[in-house]
């Protein structure tokens, strides 16, 4: 079945960096544009950073730019998000999604999530 | 950079009807989504471009968007859609096009 599994989440000191992955499968990866998302604990959802299908667009929120890089490999059916810099205020679950089909500007196939936590 | 505003929370009896807003500067010439998350888990798009549905979701769940607002409508309400809701667009309208939710809603079904 159409599935997203997010990993790489963890305990990491401010300042440090952590590489998250979002493996696909059940359709055809390299057709979909691909976003992360993450929640803050108790908090709303925060749209991170997209990227397009063949990778050569990318997008990021102001709060993560110059500090976060969005990537894939189509290959392996595989999203990643390299996190340098990190600070407390990115503790989240970070969730990868998938554009939907039938409206591009909406995510119809999230994954579970991956916790991220910043502390000392 | 564009806000979405909604209400924290909406109560309702069961079997009535729930309406969530979704207030943003001329939102209805936008496309407006909207999620339903439930505790501990991921979201699930419930309304797409603003009153369609994706498939298997309930035809008691229904959206319009016009103005500044946006609205999610839940008809017969039902305990199972206690959760937060969240409405979300694409803002191209800026020097570098991004995704905008909205702080979301709390659902209580008394």
């Known amino acids: 079945q159409v599935q997203l599994v997010e990993s790489g989440g963890g305990l990491v000191k401010p300042g440090g960096s952590l590489r998250l992955s979002c493996a696909a499968s059940?359709?055809?990866?390299?057709?979909?544009?691909m976003s992360w998302i993450r929640q803050a604990p108790g908090k709303g959802l925060e749209w991170v950073s997209y990227?397009?299908?063949?990778?050569?667009?990318?997008y990021y929120a102001d709060s993560v730019k110059g500090r976060f890089t969005i990537s894939r490999d189509n290959a392996k059916n595989s999203l990643y998000l390299q996190m340098n810099s990190l600070r407390a205020e990115d503790t989240a679950v970070y969730y990868c999604?998938?554009?939907?089909?039938?409206?591009?500007?909406?995510?119809?196939?999230w994954g579970q999530g991956t916790m991220v936590t910043v502390s000392s | 950079s564009y806000v979405l505003t909604q209400p924290p929370s909406v109560s309702v009896a069961p079997g009535q009807t729930a309406r969530i807003t979704c207030g943003g500067n001329?939102?209805?010439?936008?496309?407006v989504h909207w999620y339903q998350q439930k505790p501990g888990q991921a979201p699930v798009l419930v309304v797409y471009?603003?009153?369609d549905r994706p498939s298997g979701i309930p035809e008691r769940f229904s959206g319009s968007n016009s103005g500044n607002t946006a609205t999610l409508t839940i008809s017969r309400v039902e305990a199972g859609d206690e959760a937060d809701y969240y409405c979300?667009?694409?803002?191209?309208?800026?020097?570098?096009?991004?995704?905008?939710f909205g702080g979301g809603t709390k659902l209580t079904v008394l």
């Open positions: 979300q667009v694409w803002d191209s309208s800026s020097d570098h096009p991004h995704v905008v």
């Open positions: 471009d603003d009153s």
């Open positions: 999604a998938r554009e939907f089909s039938s409206s591009p500007d909406a995510f119809d196939i």
């Open positions: 990227i397009s299908s063949s990778g050569s667009t990318i």
């Open positions: 059940g359709f055809t990866f390299s057709d979909y544009y």
């Open positions: 001329n939102i209805g010439s936008k496309s």
